[in-house]
């Protein structure tokens, strides 16, 4: 009996920490679904592009760890100014739709300069943090966790929380936010709509960087991240596309659940089941609370 | 640059249009006085939004374009300016419909008004105090999350929030739509406060030809994109055209528009 209760901590506790490796994918697309209300097609390129970036300065320009990590940052920071002065800047009139396209075109042409500029080899990156259990907690506690898991819940823990002081007590926090309910107003009394855009691309873009990190460690920086960052999308509607505690929370839910019907209901399925049951679950989602569980209500004066 | 004008605003026959096809504005040209309040009257699509959005610059992003005239406000001519410029010159509209920002509470809103300026946590905190001395109903509800505040007071954040801007002039789109004559009358003593003792101009642009014309110095009187009438509020209120076509009395008693038209259509039968 022990010897099962122990079995089971381990899978949801696994799945709960390779669940917040989802969550800083789809923290990327929250922010700027909270500026834009646009879901931004571009994000898993942006990963991509991102930790290939970063792997390119460490592995082709021997640059170390640290400062390689600071320049793939301000990559993405140019690459939010850019799509700010190229893309969003354009089409700041145009409805949600087309800018929706334009992300997807977007994330085409980030995907093939990454590519150029650092070839198609699947990459290894190590971040000095090994994807196997930890022994003082093996020994311990009887549970086998892996480092990286760990690793990427402490990272998401301190994004959340720096993301959240961010919007809640600085003037550009304000600004977004304000944009975020009425861009028309905003502009009105004199909020830079061009500064809001940027910060938030740019935080997105350093965002993507970190999700990049972690998933390269794990499966390698290659081309599959990019389908990988649309697992977001069951996290996402289960925590709601304008919430940051809804993205955090929907990708441990993700976790847990896809990692525990997989060990207890799998094998009645063959097994594999981990790849579609979010989507089941996002399915339940958006017919019956749509908006996710942190999703900002749409709320209306009676 | 030339501020001895004694009009802060100058709008000569100005042309405006939509998608550079609809034409929403014929010929509109008005001026605002330094410290006075003029009232912009006319029925739903006669124009009023338009001009005051050809004035805050907001027409662009609604693809509306000046496409004749010109617009003259403190000295300066305005033409490429964004609206987030127009602000830092002090210049700020108030929107149609409030649009309060409705997941930040009160305070949030009121504050979001004081983006363009650099201040300090402590200027910015002893600016609001200043303001809730006009707007003393949103001190008490400084906490809440302004979609669930009532239509007035969210009318109130809308005009606090764009006071926080510091602005030499206001732009009023229909502030008191929607309301009932109680709160109408306490918008109205606000915004005529802030005229006097703030030294604020503005343009107002209202339904409620009555109450708009009772409280500004000056009026203008638009139709179908044109000025058909304009004069000071006084001499507006006495004039049997717009007594007759805009407050429903004429000297028979009272009437409404329907009867009007029905008269109109009637004389102009017999004219044929």
Not at chain 1, 174 to 201: F, Q, T
Not at chain 1, 237 to 264: D, H, N, T, W
Not at chain 2, 165 to 179: C, F, N, Q, V, Y
Not at chain 2, 250 to 261: P, W, Y
């Amino acid at each position: 009996m022990v010897e099962e209760l122990l079995f089971f901590m381990e899978v949801l506790v696994g799945g709960l920490l390779a669940g917040t490796m989802y969550s800083l994918v789809a923290l990327g697309f929250v922010l700027i679904f909270k500026a834009s209300a646009t879901f931004n097609f571009s994000q898993g390129a942006m990963v991509f592009f991102s930790v290939l970036a970063f792997c390119g300065f460490m592995q082709d320009f021997n640059i170390p760890f640290i400062p390689a990590f600071i320049l793939a940052a301000l990559l993405m920071v140019v690459v939010g100014l850019c799509t700010e002065r190229l893309v969003l800047r354009p089409l700041m009139n145009a409805s949600e739709d087309t800018v929706l396209m334009a992300t997807i075109g977007l994330g085409y042409v980030l995907e093939g300069l990454a590519q150029a500029a650092w070839g198609v080899e699947v990459r290894r990156l190590d971040l000095g943090i090994g994807d196997f259990p930890v022994p003082w907690i093996a020994d311990n506690l009887k549970l086998f966790i892996s480092a990286l898991d760990i690793t990427a819940g402490l990272v998401a823990a301190i994004m959340i929380i720096s993301l959240f002081l961010l919007f809640k007590y600085t003037k550009i926090g304000l600004g977004l936010r304000a944009v975020a309910d009425d861009p028309g107003a905003a502009s009105s009394i004199g909020i830079p709509l061009k500064h809001i855009m940027l910060l938030v691309w740019s935080a997105a873009g350093v965002v993507a960087l970190v999700a990049g990190c972690m998933w390269g460690a794990r499966a390698g920086v290659q081309f599959a991240l990019v389908d990988l960052a649309l697992k977001a999308l069951p996290v996402l509607i289960i925590g709601g596309f304008s919430s940051i505690p809804g993205a955090i929370i929907g990708g441990l839910i993700i976790g847990a659940v896809e990692k525990v019907l997989e060990v207890y209901i799998g094998p009645f399925f063959g097994g594999a089941i981990e790849g579609w049951a979010p989507y089941v679950l996002a399915i339940f989602f958006l017919l019956y609370r749509p908006e996710g569980l942190f999703g900002e209500k749409i709320i209306r004066r009676v | 640059m030339n501020n001895t004008s004694a009009n802060i605003l100058d709008i000569k026959n100005i042309e405006v249009r939509y998608d550079n096809v609809i034409l929403a504005l014929h010929d509109v040209s008005l001026k605002v006085p330094k410290g006075k309040v003029v009232a912009l009257l006319g029925a739903n699509g006669a124009g009023k939004s338009t001009t005051l959005k050809a004035v805050s610059t907001m027409l662009a992003s609604e693809r509306g374009k000046v496409t004749n005239g010109s617009i003259e406000y403190d000295g300066n001519a305005i033409d490429k300016q964004t609206p987030s410029q127009m602000v830092g010159l002090g210049m700020v509209q108030v929107l149609e419909g409030r649009r309060c920002f409705g997941h930040l509470t009160v305070e949030e809103n009121i504050i979001s008004g004081a983006y363009s300026r650099k201040l300090s946590k402590g200027d910015i905190n002893q600016e609001l105090e200043k303001i809730y001395t006009y707007f003393i109903r949103l001190k008490e509800r400084r906490k809440s999350q302004a979609a669930f505040t009532s239509g007035g007071e969210q009318q109130m954040i809308a005009v606090a929030r764009a006071m926080m801007a510091k602005p030499k002039m206001l732009l009023l789109d229909e502030p008191t739509m929607g309301l009932a004559p109680q709160l109408v009358a306490e918008i109205f003593n606000i915004v005529k406060e802030l005229n006097t003792k703030e030294g604020v101009s503005i343009l107002l642009a209202e339904q409620n030809t009555n109450v708009a014309l009772k409280n500004s110095d000056y009026g203008y009187i638009i139709e179908t994109g044109r000025v058909m009438l304009d004069g000071t509020a006084e001499s507006l209120l006495n004039d049997d055209k717009v007594k007759e076509l805009y407050l429903g009395i004429s000297k028979k008693g009272r009437k409404n528009f329907r009867d009007v038209l029905k008269e109109e259509s009637l004389t102009k039968k017999r004219s044929n």
